[in-house]
């Protein structure tokens, strides 16, 4: 039983393309997260949500837009792909207890997205 | 603004030696966790050992131990009785008491270990 499960794993598509990549949870984890590892393999948060809601919005693009219909599932919809989009994206989860304490993140095993 | 510095881009270890990673970082806060991660070339980032910043003692997991200095914001991992299967990019990360959780990751450190 994956605990954290992102799909797909492997994205090749065109410059200007619309791509969406899916995460779920079964961790029943409250906080989900979206972290941008680039080719130089340094990770950097993009979004985060809990219970719903967007608690994180780094410096990111408008073409990239996260929706989570529930706390067990937050997806990743980019628009109008650019070749610097290239990298992986992995998704996290993890438990809030007593306020912020820090709950380790749980990843999933990242998407590869290739943009030509 | 938090960072994290991981200042060596590789590392090498024989076979059942011990290595230390180096990490420091640079924060105003006095309630934080400290994080080392591990990335084989599965790509899965397993974590490796987590403490807090309140507890002195450092924390352990098996092999692995970490050399905590709050005051000189160093939190260094000492992997001993190195295995293959340790071979891996380390990442050291921070994670604040505010911030919704953020995780500030270092850049990394390739770990190679050689027979």
């Known amino acids: 039983d994956t605990a954290v499960s992102q799909t797909p794993k492997y994205l090749v598509t065109q410059m200007g393309n619309d791509k969406s990549i899916k995460c779920e949870q079964n961790?029943?984890?409250?906080?989900m997260y979206w972290y941008k590892q680039d080719s130089k393999k340094f990770l950097k948060i993009m979004f985060s949500?809990?219970?719903?809601?967007?608690?994180i919005n780094e410096t990111v693009p408008n073409r990239f837009s996260p929706k989570s219909p529930d706390k067990a599932h937050l997806n990743l919809h980019i628009n109008s792909l650019e070749l610097g989009d290239s990298a992986v994206y992995f998704c996290?989860?993890?438990?809030?207890?007593?306020?912020?304490?820090?709950?380790?993140?749980?990843f999933g095993s990242g998407t590869q997205l290739s943009v030509l | 603004a938090q960072t994290v510095t991981q200042s060596q881009p590789e590392m090498s270890v024989q076979e059942a030696e011990t290595v230390t990673l180096s990490c420091t970082y640079d924060t105003s806060e006095s309630d934080y966790y400290l994080f080392w991660y591990k990335q084989p070339p599965s790509r899965q980032m397993i974590l490796v050992i987590r403490q807090e910043a309140y507890k002195q003692q450092n924390a352990t997991e098996n092999r692995f131990s970490v050399n905590f200095q709050k005051a000189a914001k160093s939190f260094s991992l000492k992997i001993s009785d190195s295995q293959l299967g340790d071979a891996a990019m380390y990442f050291c990360?921070?994670?604040?008491?505010?911030?919704?959780?953020?995780?500030?990751f270092g850049t990394g450190t390739q770990l190679k270990v050689e027979l």
């Open positions: 996290a989860s993890s438990r809030r207890q007593g306020g912020e304490r820090r709950e380790k993140l749980f």
């Open positions: 949500y809990n219970n719903k809601e967007l608690i």
């Open positions: 990360a921070y994670g604040g008491t505010g911030g919704g959780n953020k995780l500030t």
């Open positions: 961790l029943g984890h409250d906080t």
